[in-house]
């Protein structure tokens, strides 16, 4: 996979160039062991992927397998910021489907650009080479795209020595998660030592020093871990905030959005007890952080910066003059693809905004626990993860726990061969198990997230196991050899297939009433990263009768659901056959009781029969605007007048 290489040259380069243009901002930055390990990979020559060796393969020299394969994933990027905007690259990607047409030059031009869209901003900005290849567009030479490559392993030569400057000088604090980023509470206690104890190695071989702290993978948590990380050293760890309300039994309500009411209990550091030891820990502010990781992308970028800051001050006049830290924890790779500019006018921005206060200042966990020690214990953390403050993605559907079985059978069978030699065989099969336990692996299982790379996670996740079986010089169980992931045609919605006759009442009065409708789930557009923060609408029934377009909007069952209904603005937006905005409280018929059904005249959206229509919805909670589908819209067609009489149904 590619990932390593992209994200490097992309986010992993772009967030320590933002941060070393901006000295006077204090961070902590957190990084798996294992994705260090792949960087070193890279820079050392001993691994590559297979985009890389295909980008670098002259096109007469592809067989028919390989020319397939760069046709299905060379344009795996975000379509509005790193495909569209680029003219031969969208060319590319519009002729696609017909294969046939791709000349040896479509070939070198879409081996360039699949790989130059990655580099981040400010790498172009300081490179004319690279600036002036996305200005020519087209018509590339094998030379220019071996000089593309070539500064993509540059770049990646670059990464640890960037972080290690900026962790030297006291501007960014470095921590780490467990090796092969398990979900620690998961696997056995054993294991977790040594996935610590790796992480923990690695770190002080590439930085110098100990780590001070750690997010654990995916903030996951439990009393269980606290004296493993605790004896390999770690300091302090962080966690979501839901985690802190359920290991203290409280429940925080927020004003507008973002105004806490026990805002005391969040934002503060405290002592989490183990059995024999204990830890300091933090809690991420769930809303602030959501709204950089998923919301502000629909935002224009200084407006967002701005927004944020605001969020800020209205929290530090909640509090007392005491030193409180907003612990503001999220993905740094992911989001950026999903803002213009790849983030950079927002997080510029940001930190010069930031550097104007004077009564909020930017800080490294450790500085400030160190300030501030910690006073308040809590002796039952809560077993959870940031996400739903649970492990349910990771364990908690049939093909995780057809996952598991086999990694513990691995392990067992492992374990009982493995006093038999100190061979270096034993240490290889040792270090395949604990990929294997990797939470991506599990992320994929399920029917929580998808991708258009399930089968190759699936076989990649078997062949780690396959390996520990290998090695150890086991006989490989024939299990290992089928998939795990059930493959599901993707239905992103479905359209309405006749006429509906509904009573606009806000009620689920009748069950036939919307059986017909279009439907869409909000919950099964997948992501590359769950949106824990969430839209209060669950489902979208849509459809039609002889005259009015019908809308259904279902509510998620959460006590602040109908709270967030009544104060969110809600519009429709149509974008074909004509663009039109209408506000949900402007239609002709609006009722709202268990669910939210409504009706607008055809007649009065100026639509007539026939017509193909496309929409989508806009959500606006406390200034943040959100998109429903993201990326694309719900469709259907205007009914003519005979539309029952052709498609009647029994």
């Not at 960014?172 to 996935?195: G, M």
């Not at 909020?360 to 910690?374: A, H």
């Not at 026939?610 to 719900?634: H, K, Q, W």
Request: net charge negative; glycine share 4%; charged share 25%.
């Amino acid at each position: 996979m590619p990932w390593v290489r992209f994200h490097g040259v992309k986010d992993y380069f772009g967030m320590a160039k933002l941060l070393s243009l901006f000295p006077h901002i204090r961070c902590t930055a957190n990084f798996s062991p294992v994705l260090l390990s792949q960087i070193l990979d890279y820079t050392e020559g001993s691994a590559i992927d297979i985009y890389f060796s295909l980008s670098k393969k002259h096109p007469n020299e592809l067989t028919a397998m390989e020319r397939d394969f760069i046709l299905n994933n060379f344009f795996m990027v975000n379509y509005e910021n790193m495909l569209r905007p680029y003219p031969r690259y969208y060319e590319l990607y519009s002729k696609v489907r017909n294969a046939t047409l791709f000349s040896e030059q479509d070939i070198i031009d879409l081996q360039v650009w699949t790989n130059l869209v990655w580099f981040h901003p400010t790498i172009v900005e300081d490179d004319f080479i690279l600036a002036a290849l996305k200005k020519k567009d087209r018509n590339f030479t094998i030379d220019e795209r071996d000089i593309v490559l070539h500064k993509q392993i540059d770049i990646m030569k670059q990464l640890i020595g960037m972080w290690k400057a900026l962790q030297d000088r006291g501007q960014v604090e470095l921590t780490i998660s467990p090796f092969y980023h398990p979900i620690l509470p998961l696997i056995p206690a054993e294991d977790r030592d040594e996935q610590v104890k790796m992480a923990c190695d690695i770190y002080c071989r590439l930085f110098g020093k100990l780590p001070n702290g750690m997010w654990p993978s995916e903030g996951s948590v439990s009393k269980d871990i606290i004296d493993v990380v605790s004896k390999n050293g770690i300091k302090w760890i962080a966690t979501d905030e839901e985690i802190l309300e359920r290991s203290i039994g409280v429940k925080f309500n927020r004003n507008r959005g973002t105004i806490i009411d026990k805002p005391e209990l969040l934002y503060k550091a405290y002592r989490a007890n183990g059995i024999n030891s204990d830890v300091s820990i933090v809690f991420r502010d769930r809303e602030l952080s959501n709204l950089i990781g998923f919301s502000y992308k629909y935002s224009h970028p200084r407006d967002a910066a701005y927004d944020l800051i605001s969020r800020i001050r209205a929290i530090k006049d909640t509090v007392s003059d005491k030193p409180y830290i907003i612990s503001i924890i999220l993905d740094g790779e992911n989001p950026w693809e999903h803002y213009s500019g790849n983030g950079v006018e927002f997080l510029s921005t940001l930190y010069g905004l930031l550097g104007d206060e004077k009564d909020i200042e930017t800080v490294r966990i450790s500085d400030y626990i160190d300030s501030n020690p910690p006073i308040d214990r809590i002796d039952n953390l809560y077993a959870g993860s940031w996400i739903n403050s649970s492990f349910d993605v990771w364990a908690g559907h049939e093909e995780d726990k057809k996952a598991w079985e086999l990694v513990n059978a691995a392990r067992a069978a492992f374990r009982t061969e493995a006093h038999k030699s100190n061979d270096n065989r034993y240490t290889h099969a040792l270090e395949s198990l604990y990929a294997a336990e990797g939470s991506d692996w599990f992320w994929w299982f399920g029917d929580d997230f998808s991708s258009a790379l399930d089968i190759e996670f699936d076989a990649l996740f078997r062949q780690h196991i396959v390996n520990v079986y290998r090695l150890a010089g086991l006989q490989i169980p024939e299990n290992l050899y089928k998939p795990i992931k059930v493959v599901r045609r993707k239905i992103i919605f479905t359209k309405p297939w006749a006429l509906l006759s509904v009573k606009i009442d806000g009620r689920r009065s009748d069950y036939f009433e919307w059986i017909a409708a279009g439907h869409y789930n909000l919950r099964q557009e997948f992501s590359t990263m769950s949106n824990s923060m969430g839209s209060f609408i669950s489902d979208v029934y849509f459809g039609f009768d002889e005259n009015n377009f019908l809308l259904r909007l279902d509510i998620e069952k959460s006590d602040d659901s109908l709270h967030r209904l009544n104060v969110a603005k809600i519009t429709v937006c149509f974008c074909k056959p004509k663009n039109a905005m209408i506000e949900l409280n402007k239609f002709d018929n609006v009722s709202i009781d268990d669910i939210v059904e409504a009706s607008y005249a055809f007649s009065n959206l100026g639509f007539v029969e026939n017509d193909e229509v496309e929409f989508y919805l806009e959500v606006e909670e406390s200034g943040i605007t959100e998109r429903f589908p993201s990326n694309y819209a719900l469709s259907f067609k205007v009914p003519s007048k005979d539309y029952d009489k052709i498609n009647w149904q029994v």
